[in-house]
T-cell receptor, first 114, second 112 residues
Framework: SQTIHQWPATLVQPVGSPLSLECTVE??????LYWYRQAAGRGLQLLFY??????ISSEVPQNLSASRPQDRQFILSSKKLLLSDSGFYLC?????????????FGPGTRLLVL | GESVGLHLPTLSVQEGDNSIINCAYS??????FIWYKQESGKGPQFIID?????DKRQGQRVTVLLNKTVKHLSLQIAATQPGDSAVYFC???????????FGKGTSLLVTP
């Protein structure tokens, strides 16, 4: 069966520090991968998605970037964190090859920027 | 326009009653819809989905109804249990893209 992992689970970082959040998927090949951010009491905002290694699409302009160095690995990064980057970051995957598939979410990383 | 603020709509039901959570979607071109359940501090969990060529789909204790005429989606939970307490999100997929557009969520509180 497929599983999706995210780490760390919780992170407290000072403003201006770098960020690296990691997401890995097991049990599937060539998945589509997604990064979302969820502010407290809000819905999910799509940040990036990837349909293959090295292929990244950005949905909103921001202080963050994403990379996909391996088929089942998706990384969310920042060179300098802002206070507004605080939130709950969720990684999701779908079967590759189509867009109308259910997205399955990881456990999330809670980021607090101070 | 979109609502702002940190207070989700809340639905409070008694254990054993049926729950109905509603969602209005915006784009008539959306053709795939999903309901997710999110417990505090966890990622959203898939509950049930429906494609636009259907108007009803049933799962275990859950039913999703789709009314394309008024762009309305609902989730019915039968015999609601305390473990059903969570925030429920509907999501729509536009047939031209990879993104899911999520609603704001509804908080379901099940009381004994």
């Amino acid at each position: 069966s497929q599983t999706i992992h995210q780490w760390p689970a919780t992170l407290v970082q000072p403003v201006g520090s770098p960020l690296s959040l990691e997401c890995t998927v097991e049990g599937t090949s060539n998945p589509n991968l997604y990064w979302y951010r969820q502010a407290a009491g809000r819905g999910l905002q799509l940040l990036f998605y990837s349909v293959g290694i090295g292929q990244i699409s950005s949905e909103v302009p921001q202080n963050l970037s994403a990379s996909r160095p391996q088929d089942r690995q998706f990384i969310l990064s920042s060179k300098k964190l802002l206070l507004s980057d605080s939130g709950f970051y969720l990684c999701a995957w779908t079967e590759g090859g189509g867009s109308q598939e259910t997205q399955y979410f990881g456990p999330g990383t809670r980021l607090l920027v101070l | 326009g979109e609502s702002v603020g940190l207070h989700l709509p809340t639905l409070s039901v008694q254990e054993g009653d049926n729950s109905i959570i509603n969602c209005a979607y915006s784009n008539s071109a959306s053709d795939y819809f999903i309901w997710y359940k999110q417990e505090s501090g966890k990622g959203p969990q898939f509950i049930i989905d429906i494609r636009s060529n259907m108007d009803k789909r049933q799962g275990q204790r859950v039913t999703v109804l789709l009314n394309k005429t008024v762009k309305h989606l609902s989730l019915q939970i039968a015999a609601t249990q305390p473990g059903d307490s969570a925030v429920y999100f509907c999501a729509e997929n536009l047939n031209s893209g990879y993104a899911l557009n999520f609603g704001k969520g509804t908080s379901l509180l099940v009381t004994p």
